[in-house]
């Protein structure tokens, strides 16, 4: 049986021209990058044509390996797109973290893959070195200006601004910056995040366009003062200079998949510790070319899904007209107690004990008011009881429940789910915000654990106490709240599998990312800058003298 990167290579890859006149853009619109990638520029007029219907993917709590949200959306959408409707997808782009570490890439997998896949999981067109430059640029002017006798008053003791790296390395987490003496700067402690957890990230994902992003970039909080005030970027006097670093990263990335359905990638703020939803730009130029978009949002319905109804969709200025809950067999029988191991073996009864963790997810979504589809992502080992018993379960919440072979059979084997998905998108809805903007901090939080997790509430540290009171003195006590945990469990404890009801969720800390408009809540013990495994998967890559490279998934 082929592996993912060996289909990939064998596909027939249409050149980019063919893509983006498959996509309707006119000449001006984009600008290619290579044989097979190019960026997007939407003419302004495009805004005043018919937005199509927006289908999101998310999906149940995963196992360690993902279960193929992003392929079930590749596949959908394909599917959708073999029926002659006019379609899109918009997804995020790969880090290289977890690329090298332990979990598959963000472009699907077997016959429902977006191309190129080798270019996409690495380097593609350079956003997220170019977000990497922009946010070490800004770390070190803000060094700059302390060393160059300090005109801001800023405190090295009480900076925001990390360092960060496309790379899981957690050697950087914390260290002491400065050192070597007096013109190697101020000494002070520092820390590297990952790339996909930056606020650049964040902003470059939820900016309308490069007007808006720096207005943004500005209002960035880069540390306080001695006398513990705020100073911002716009203070600083770079906003103009990080923001050109980034023109044009800003521009969606248009490639296709095997079955040559356009596709935006832009974006790739992880769910657990980010936002987890790809760009504002990429999801509105799909709707106003398409009358059909497919978009994703990261890990499961209690991270990506909710932040992509609480947070994105007010700014895009459209809720979807279907939401789709990705489960699988295999994580069911995790949720039920089964070890990872062994999750290849029948077991009814596990699979039935871990459908709470699925009901959940249901409940969640059900609260927003938006049509639902469950879609079943196939594997081998899965047993006609075993699916039956999911349809069952998920009727009886008076959700469809739809199997989808998507990595064997691509966009055939989504057929019957793309019809799902269709009609639902034709049955009526209406959208229910989870919290209003003016409520607090700790009413949105409490709303979050309680309707999406299934939780009591919140215990916040002596820490996250304190900062509450100074954020509301600041006026920063209504933002949308951003929840940084793990993605294994609808708690913060990722060994709390299933459907937990008695738990509190410990918030020990806030960050304040005022450029992306959010407030981010740190729980557990989840680090915004992971680790690689005991044996990553860069072991397994490698590549030849001819450039052929092997090992990627």
């Known amino acids: 049986m082929k592996i993912d990167i060996e289909i990939a290579q064998a596909a027939e890859v249409w050149p980019i021209e063919r893509i983006a006149q498959a996509a309707g853009l006119q000449e001006s619109e984009w600008e290619p990058y290579g044989r097979d990638?190019?960026?997007?520029s939407l003419a302004k007029e495009r805004s005043q044509t018919e937005r199509g219907k927006l289908i999101l993917v998310t999906s149940i709590n995963p196992t360690t390996a993902g279960e193929g949200k992003s392929?079930?959306?590749?596949?959908?959408?394909?599917?959708?797109?073999?029926?002659?409707?006019?379609?899109?997808?918009?997804?995020?782009?790969?880090?290289?973290?977890?690329v090298l570490g332990m979990k598959g890439g963000a472009t699907g997998g077997g016959y429902a893959q977006v191309l190129p896949m080798a270019d996409i999981n690495l380097h593609f067109t350079g956003d997220f070195h170019a977000i990497t430059s922009a946010q070490n640029s800004l770390a070190a002017l803000i060094d700059n200006s302390i060393y160059q006798g300090n005109p801001l008053h800023l405190d090295p003791r009480r900076l925001l601004w990390p360092r960060?790296?496309?790379?899981?390395?957690?050697?950087?987490?914390?260290?002491?910056?400065?050192l070597g003496g007096p013109?190697?700067?101020?000494?002070?402690?520092?820390?590297?995040?990952?790339?996909?957890?930056?606020?650049?990230?964040?902003?470059?994902?939820?900016?309308?366009?490069?007007e808006d992003?720096?207005?943004?970039?500005?209002?960035?909080?880069?540390?306080?003062t001695y006398d513990k005030?705020?100073?911002?970027?716009?203070?600083?006097?770079v906003g103009g200079a990080i923001a050109t670093l980034l023109k044009d990263a800003i521009k969606p990335n248009l490639v296709q998949t095997i079955n040559h359905t356009p596709t935006l990638i832009h974006g790739g703020p992880f769910a657990n510790i980010a936002q987890g939803t790809n760009s504002v730009q990429a999801t509105e130029a799909a709707l106003r070319l398409a009358d059909y978009v497919v978009t994703e949002a990261g890990f499961g319905a209690d991270l990506g899904g909710e932040k992509f109804l609480d947070v994105k969709a007010p700014i895009l200025g459209k809720t979807p007209d279907t939401i789709v809950i990705v489960a699988t067999v295999r994580a069911l029988k995790l949720h039920g107690g089964v070890a990872e191991k062994q999750l290849d073996q029948p077991d009814l009864p596990a699979l039935e004990r871990g459908l709470a963790n699925l009901g959940q997810h249901i409940k969640s979504m059900q609260r927003y008011g938006v049509p639902l589809v469950v879609a079943i992502n196939h594997f081998t080992s899965d047993t006609a009881e075993e699916i039956e018993a999911i349809k069952a379960y998920a009727s009886a919440k008076g959700v469809p429940a739809v199997p989808a072979d998507v990595w064997a059979a691509g966009g055939a084997g989504a057929k019957a789910l793309a019809a799902e998905v269709v009609a639902a998108t034709k049955r009526p809805g209406r959208f229910v915000p989870l919290y209003q903007p003016d409520d607090d901090l700790t009413t949105k939080l409490t709303k979050i654990v309680r309707d999406i997790y299934g939780g009591q509430g919140i215990e916040l540290s002596t820490k996250a106490k304190r900062q509450l009171k100074t954020f509301k003195q600041y006026g920063w006590d209504q933002l949308p709240v951003i929840v940084a945990k793990t993605q294994y469990s609808l708690s913060d404890q990722p060994k709390?599998?299933?459907?937990?009801?008695?738990?509190?969720i410990h918030v020990r800390e806030f960050v304040p990312k005022l450029g992306a408009g959010f407030?981010?809540?740190?729980?557990?013990?989840i680090m915004t800058m992971p680790g690689l495994p005991k044996v990553p998967a860069a072991k397994q890559i490698d590549i030849d003298n001819q450039g052929h490279i092997s090992g990627l998934f």
């Open 37 to 40: 990638k190019a960026k997007v």
């Open 183 to 210: 013109t190697s700067g101020v000494p002070h402690e520092g820390q590297f995040d990952i790339t996909a957890a930056s606020e650049l990230m964040a902003i470059l994902t939820l900016a309308r366009d490069l």
């Open 229 to 237: 005030e705020p100073v911002t970027v716009a203070e600083l006097g």
């Open 71 to 98: 392929t079930v959306a590749v596949g959908l959408a394909d599917a959708i797109q073999a029926t002659g409707k006019k379609t899109m997808l918009a997804l995020r782009e790969p880090s290289m973290g977890p």
């Open 164 to 178: 960060v790296m496309d790379v899981n390395d957690r050697t950087l987490r914390h260290m002491v910056l400065g």
């Open 213 to 224: 992003m720096k207005a943004r970039i500005k209002r960035i909080v880069v540390g306080y």
């Open 519 to 525: 407030m981010v809540a740190l729980t557990g013990s």
């Open 496 to 504: 709390a599998l299933g459907a937990p009801t008695d738990f509190t």
